[in-house]
């Protein structure tokens, strides 16, 4: 099993709607976790972290973790044709607390 | 603030030449990232520098790569010689402590192709 993973997409939502992104991981000992977006061309930009079982909101983003599962997702409600991105789950990687490890990402295009 | 500043944006240059990024840090950050991307592989980590000492460079992908920090706002990831599988986007990133926590600050990157 890779260490991150997400569907690579791409994931198609219209305006308005609510997209919905996950990411699985295979460390069960990681404690912390990130979203990233990435605008094509551009860099990545922390959006998200979130370090407890449960969801946290911010704004339109809701982060989702479930530790028993490995898993983490990300809602986005409302969507936008802004939010047209690359969604790129992060990780620390075994045991450390400084190496990110990134998921491939997952494509996001909100049609008007 | 400025924000994490790389330069060049873009470099071309033959196979075989030698290649230096450059990156300059947030004033106060102390830690420094160099990641790579392609399509490929996504992002991988190169190499880690804490206090302007080389922590990790386990990602660094062989003896034609090394970075340096001289002082504590500036790094270099140097290619020497450079191939064609080494094109890709390379991005440093740069935070305020040890504990990546708080996330990582990017650069806008250097897209590098050899040719």
């Known amino acids: 099993q890779k260490e991150v993973e997400q569907n690579s997409g791409p994931l198609s939502v219209p305006e308005g709607a609510i997209a919905s992104l996950n990411c699985t991981y295979s460390d069960r000992g990681s404690q912390s976790f990130f979203w990233y977006r990435q605008y094509s061309g551009k860099s990545p930009e922390l959006i998200m972290s979130i370090y407890s079982n449960g969801d946290k909101e911010d704004g339109r983003f809701t982060a989702q973790l479930n530790k028993a599962s490995q898993y983490v997702s990300l809602l986005i409600r409302d969507s936008q044709p802004s939010d047209s991105a690359t969604y790129l789950c992060?990780?620390?990687?075994?045991?450390?607390?400084?190496?990110?490890?990134f998921g491939k990402g997952t494509l996001l295009t909100v049609n008007p | 603030d400025a924000g994490v500043i790389q330069s060049p944006r873009h470099e071309v240059t033959e196979m075989g030449q030698e290649v230096t990024l450059r990156c300059k840090l947030i004033s106060g950050h102390n830690s420094l990232f160099w990641y790579r991307q392609t399509m490929m592989r996504g992002l991988e980590l190169l190499i880690y520098f804490n206090n302007n000492v080389p922590i990790d460079d386990s990602g660094m992908p062989e003896d034609r790569f090394s970075a340096k920090m001289p002082n504590a706002s500036f790094s270099t990831l140097k290619i020497q010689p450079s191939e064609p599988r080494d094109s890709a986007v390379y991005f440093c990133?740069?935070?305020?402590?040890?504990?990546?926590?708080?996330?990582?600050?990017f650069g806008s990157g250097t897209r590098l192709t050899v040719v």
């Open positions: 992060a990780v620390p990687r075994g045991g450390s607390n400084y190496k990110l490890t």
């Open positions: 990133a740069s935070s305020s402590n040890t504990y990546v926590g708080d996330g990582y600050t």
